[in-house]
């Protein structure tokens, strides 16, 4: 199982510029996968079509052996509540919910929330956000509210999380904590991770790397520090 | 859904009172304006239906013109075409009279819609004392079979209605008319018929419907009497009838007509011209609540496109945790619906209290008499169609802004939201 990619192409546009040529790659659960490049190389283009959020021009995405171009819309929304989960550099959060309101989300589309409230607080306590529960996100921290979305990501145990630059608008600090979150959830919840990073030492310290250059695979393989 | 709606609605307060003012504002108009328009056209409805007959059977007053004159006082040359009028004549025949009474009385016994029926005989005649003289209308009847035809008997404020019946020239007179005439109860009435001598009436009571035309006009007596001054002994003039069910009175007087010359008209059409003017009043009254529903409904609409573009970016977090395009939808429809339920019902308390501070309004003088209180309807039906059009105009104005939201794609939202 794991996810798969099939001579994938995007471009955008008319006329099309295209901005990923045809790559070709497969990701095995539980591995935890750096994308590096420079900007506007077409990490994010990949991201995105590899989370299900956007379509190929051409090619395929596999999860789990399902092509997500064939999948019906109903395992689309299932698949993006249950099994993916999404990190961003700017914390996506609901500015109306407390913390655990937030985080407590997937959970309530699923229909789960109050079964799963308690888990969650424990979620939230491991996360060191104890006492800040019940704050909304506008009384957090930049580092605090990006923890409560890492935690939204993974509240529903999700098998792949997708992380772009989650640590590109923290402080050296908080990027070591966020860092840190996505490593045991690696390793403890076996969640595959695909990050999105600038910073080479962060990079480095995943299982393998993958770089673009101008939407073509560059090099892939155990991490390189340069 | 409705969870997070109503998060986003206490979110932005000052919007959403404003919005919430509009729909307010609209079904409170609503229902103050219906309760004090209603209020007034029930009230009039009341006395138009309750003061005089359902249906009135009346001799036609046929007009006299050169066919009808040729007829009777030149056939024969007439029918050789020899006769020409140098000014053509003009006039009506004289004593109207339903032809045949008994007739008519044998019908409306048996018809089953039927409540009771009154023969009269009426006047127009001069009223006088001393020097003072009054236009107006005698009307003879039988009085127990007059007081279950209308609600005379309830009007009468001094004396009593069956007294006329014992003959001897009695009359129960208007409040305005008996002033009018600068005389009092007990006092006697001079009757003058246009021709012969004029004839006293004893004043035995009076009565006020609150209805000016009637009050200062009208006088009742015994059939018998009205008859002998009209030197029209044992003929009527008219029969008032009332039915069951008033509403029947256009259907029956329709049956009735064919079976005889004399003129049939229910209650609705001799009152034609009042019942145009309710409708009038109630095409103005949905107008202008159709305008504040409108502005309102466009206030709606405004506020939530506007929140829409402000909320993509939580749109696109709602859609990537796997929320559809539906749930989006439903976020921002039931918030316009929150809006209109709630304003309307708002609204309704509103409206209601203003029509209890409205009744306490008095008028006086008027058609309607000194001293009355301002009517107001406090029909359900009012409060319901209120809600109904608050409730609807939000729906309708929030459907379009809710469903371009449910088309909104993460992908695009997010990409937006990252260049
Ligand atoms: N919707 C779009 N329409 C047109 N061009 C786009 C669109 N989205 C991305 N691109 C282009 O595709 C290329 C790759 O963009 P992408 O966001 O994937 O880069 P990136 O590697 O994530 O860069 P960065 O490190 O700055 O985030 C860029 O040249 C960008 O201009
Ligand atoms: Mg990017």
Known sequence: MGLLAKNLVKSFGEPPTTVLHGLNFSIKEGEFVSLTGRSGSGKSTLLYLLGALDAPTSGQVEI???????????????????????????HYLLPELTALENVLMPARKAKKDIAMEKTIRELLTEFGLEG??????????????????????????????????????LDTANAE??????????????????????????????????????????SDGPPTTN | ????????????????????????????????ISGFMLGFQYF?????????????????????????????????????????????????????KIENPQGWAEILKKDPRVEAYSPQFSAQVLFSVGAIAANGKLIGSEPDMQVRVTNIQSYIKTGKFEDISSGGNRIIVGTGLLKKLGSGDGSTIFVYNGRDKPVPFKVIGTFETGGRQIDDTTAFGALIDVQKLAGQPNEINNMAV??????????????????????????????????????????????????????????????LNVVVTQKKKEIAILRFIGYEPGDILQLFFLQGIILGVVGSIIGLILGYIACLGIEQISFGGGPMGGGTMMKVSFDPMIYLRAFLFGSLAAAFASLMPARSAGKLTPIDIIRSGAE
């Not at chain 1, 019940?134 to 098998?159: C, F």
């Not at chain 2, 859904?1 to 206490?10: E, G, K, S, T, Y």
């Not at chain 2, 009341?46 to 007009?63: C, M, T, V």
């Open chain 1, 177 to 218: 904590i966020v860092m840190g979150l996505f490593e045991k959830a690696n390793r403890e919840l076996g969640t595959t991770v695909i990050l999105v990073t600038h910073d080479p030492a962060f990079a480095a310290r995943a299982h393998r790397q993958i770089k673009l250059v101008d939407g073509r695979i560059d």
């Open chain 2, 44 to 96: 009039l409805l009341d006395q138009l239906i309750n003061n005089d007959a359902h249906i009135r059977i009346s001799a036609r007053e046929d007009r006299v013109d050169h066919e009808v004159a040729n007829k009777d006082l030149y056939s024969k040359l007439d029918k050789n075409g020899l006769v020409s009028w140098v000014v053509d004549p003009s006039g009506t025949r004289s004593n109207p």
């Open chain 2, 242 to 303: 009332r039915l069951i069910d008033f509403n029947r009175a256009r259907e029956t007087a329709h049956d009735w007509q064919p079976l005889s010359p004399d003129k049939v008209e229910s209650w609705d059409e001799i009152n034609a011209a009042f019942l145009n003017v309710f409708r009038i009043q109630d095409a103005m009254r949905y107008m202008m609540i159709a305008t504040i529903l409108l502005v309102a409904g466009f206030g709606i609409y405004n506020i």
């Open chain 1, 64 to 90: 789990d052996g399902h092509d997500l171009s064939t999948i019906s819309s109903d395992e689309l929304h299932r698949l993006r509540n249950q099994s993916i989960g999404f990190v961003f550099q700017f």
């Open chain 2, 1 to 32: 859904m409705l969870f997070l709606a109503i998060r986003h609605l206490v979110a932005r307060k000052k919007q959403t009172t404003l919005t919430l003012l509009g729909i307010v504002f609209g079904s409170m108009a609503f229902v103050a």
């Open chain 1, 132 to 169: 800040k529960e019940n704050r909304l996100p506008r009384q957090l921290s930049g580092g605090e509210q990006q923890r409560v979305a890492i935690a939204r990501a993974l509240s529903m145990s999700p098998k792949y999380l997708f992380a772009d630059e989650p640590t590109g608008a």
